[in-house]
């Protein structure tokens, strides 16, 4: 049986709730983490933004292999964006 269920938008849900914090960007290719300052709806812009090689375990304390990207500014498509919070 299906299940029909309604979704309403809520506002300040979602990334804009994470404005502010050190996120994790769990995209199609790549993880990005880096601490979140801007969203609308085509990009999120990260500060200090790294790139996730190897994450390791996910309890460790940090990342097994996190680059900087070495810009202090850098804009993620929210397109290749699969899932996101705040890991590390």
Sequence with gaps: MKVLQEVVEVSGEGLEALIGKKV???CANYFYTGKLIGVNQTCVKLENAAIVYQTGAWTDKNYADEQPLGAKEFYVQT???E????LK
Excluded at 83 to 86: A, V
């Design 24 to 26: 994790t960007l769990l």
């Design 79 to 81: 397109s290749a964006i």
């Design 83 to 86: 899932s996101f919070g705040i």
